[in-house]
C-alpha cells in the first residue's frame, strides 16, 4: 500500500477541485479515473469514519443526477478498478458512490479480512448515513453489487425489510457460496483452527488479459492471501441470509456461465427464491469478474443494466413503498 499511503492525509470525504492533489492525481492516474474529471464530472474523495472503521471514498457526479447508485466491490478488490462501471453509470445520469470495504483498497482493518458479515452492512449504513447528513445522496437509491458486494447488498435488502431504501439492486456474479464449497467447506472446519490465511492464488476470473495481468503484476492494493477468519465469517453469515424472509424489491442478476469463483447455479436458485421478482442474465462465456470483463462480454451486460436502471429515474424514495412480504 505504500505507493497509496501519502493518500491517508487527504481527510475527510470532500470535494475535490480541478487540480487535485498529487497524491490522488497519482491513484487517479493508476487506476485511469482521471480522464472522467474531465467531463464536466464533479468528484469528492477523503474517508468517512464509522464505528470499527476508516473508510476510502469516493462521490461521482453528473451536472444534474437522476439518483444515487451504490456501488459495493467483491472481495480482493477496491473501488479503484471499476473504472467501466463508473464510467457508465455517469452517462447514464447517476451519482455513483464507491468505497472500499474494511481491509481492502485504503479503508482501514486487517487485510481481507472480517469478523463479522455484519460488519460490512453497519459500514454500508454508516456511510448512506453521513451521506444523506451532507445532502451528497439523492434518490432514487439503487444497489449495485460484484459477488461479495451483491452478498452485502442483497442481505442488507432483506435483512432491512419495509425500512429498505433501495428502489432496486443489481447483482453481478453474486455470492451465495463459493464454487466447490461442498468439498472445501470440510478442509475449512479442518484447517481453521491451525491455520490463519493461505496464499491467494490468481485464477483467470476474466477474459480480459490485460486486466487479469494488471491484477498480478501493477496492483499494489492487490491482498495476498486468503484469511480463514474471512471464510468462517462467510459461512456464518450464508447460514444467516439463508434464514431471511423474501422481497419483491426489483432486482436484475447478471451472471456468467464460465465462473469458477461463486458456485452460481446453486447461488441462482437461492437468489430466486429470496428475490421472486428478480430478472436473471446469464452469458455463456462470461467468468467470475464481469464489471473487467472483455468489452464484447462487458458492454451488452451493461446494456442489460442499463435498461434495468432506466426504469427507476426519478422514482420516489424506496421507503414510500414497501418491498418485503409478510
Keep these: 500500500m505504500s505507493q497509496f499511503e501519502s493518500l491517508q492525509a487527504l481527510g475527510p470525504l470532500a470535494r475535490i477541485s480541478a487540480l487535485p492533489p498529487r497524491a490522488l492525481s497519482d491513484y487517479l492516474a493508476h487506476y485511469r479515473l482521471a480522464p472522467l474529471l474531465d467531463r464536466r464530472v464533479g468528484l469528492y474523495a477523503g474517508f468517512v469514519d464509522t464505528e470499527r472503521y476508516r473508510l476510502w471514498a469516493q462521490v461521482w457526479t453528473p451536472e444534474q443526477p437522476c439518483g444515487t447508485a451504490f456501488v459495493v466491490h467483491g472481495y480482493f478488490d477496491h473501488l479503484g478498478l471499476y473504472r467501466h462501471l463508473l464510467e457508465r453509470l455517469l452517462d447514464q445520469g447517476w451519482r455513483v458512490v464507491l468505497w472500499d470495504l474494511p481491509g481492502h483498497g485504503l479503508s482501514s482493518g486487517a487485510r481481507a479480512t472480517i469478523d463479522d458479515f455484519e460488519d460490512y452492512g453497519a459500514c454500508l449504513q454508516a456511510l448512506q448515513r453521513q451521506l444523506t447528513g451532507e445532502d451528497l445522496a439523492p434518490h432514487p437509491w439503487v444497489g449495485i453489487g460484484q459477488s461479495t458486494g451483491a452478498a452485502i447488498l442483497a442481505t442488507d435488502a432483506l435483512g432491512r425489510g419495509t425500512a429498505s431504501p433501495w428502489q432496486g439492486l443489481a447483482l453481478l456474479a453474486p455470492l451465495v457460496r463459493p464454487w466447490g464449497w461442498p468439498q472445501s467447506s470440510w478442509l475449512h472446519r479442518l484447517a481453521s483452527p491451525f491455520i490463519r490465511s493461505i496464499p491467494r492464488s490468481y485464477q483467470a476470473n476474466s477474459n480480459d ?5 494488471f491484477l498480478r503484476e501493477s496492483d499494489p492494493l492487490q491482498p495476498d492471501r486468503l484469511t480463514l477468519t474471512w471464510v468462517t465469517a462467510m459461512r456464518r453469515w450464508m447460514s444467516h441470509m439463508l434464514a431471511l424472509p423474501a422481497s419483491d424489491l426489483p432486482v436484475l442478476i447478471l451472471q456468467g456461465e464460465q465462473d469458477l469463483t461463486v458456485d452460481w ?15 436473471v ?8 469478474h464481469l464489471v473487467n470483463e472483455s468489452a464484447f462480454i462487458r458492454e451488452p451486460l451493461f446494456d442489460e443494466l442499463d435498461a434495468f436502471l432506466a426504469g427507476f429515474h426519478g422514482a420516489p424514495a424506496a421507503a414510500d413503498h414497501p418491498t418485503t412480504t409478510p
Design 281 to 288: 442474465v446469464r452469458h455463456p462465456e462470461a467468468r467470475h
Design 209 to 213: 488479459a490485460d486486466f487479469a495481468a
Design 265 to 279: 447455479a446453486w447461488n441462482l436458485e437461492v437468489l430466486t427464491g429470496k428475490f421472486p421478482q428478480a430478472r
